[in-house]
């Protein structure tokens, strides 16, 4: 069972987009026993960086300082799709982003090294 991130593309600054990701069309507690999920992002010659997280059975999210009240991560009632709405994007924003899971928590954590099933990233490319 893989993780597969999709919804990038090229878009224009101020422009708003969403991300998905699901679980091979399962439930992501029956797939990875997921406590928290969490998007992260990379941007050429830059190392991966954490981006917002959820905790699965309560909701709770927490963003980097960078996507603050632009950003919003969610997952659907059924547990099958996560979300990241992203509104106002900036060129810096462009990035491959990756979904992830947390099996360990309590999450959400911002801390790369907890997450693991890392899938295939989605590519955002935000143009002045």
């Known amino acids: 069972v893989q993780l597969q991130a999709f919804g990038g593309g090229l878009v224009q600054a101020g422009d708003s987009l969403r991300l998905s990701c699901e679980a091979s069309g399962r439930t992501f507690v029956t797939s990875f026993r997921t406590v928290a999920l969490g998007w992260f992002r990379q941007a050429p010659g830059k190392e991966r960086e954490f981006v917002a997280a959820?905790?699965?059975?309560?909701?709770?999210?927490r963003y980097a300082d960078s996507v603050k009240d632009r950003f919003t991560i969610s997952r659907d009632n059924a547990k099958i799709m996560a979300y990241l709405q992203m509104n106002r994007l900036k060129p810096e924003d462009t990035a491959v982003y990756y979904c992830a899971v947390d099996k360990r928590g309590p999450g959400p954590s911002p801390s790369i090294c907890e997450y693991e099933h890392w899938g295939q990233g989605t590519e955002l490319t935000v143009s002045s």
């Open positions: 959820i905790t699965w059975s309560n909701g709770r999210t």
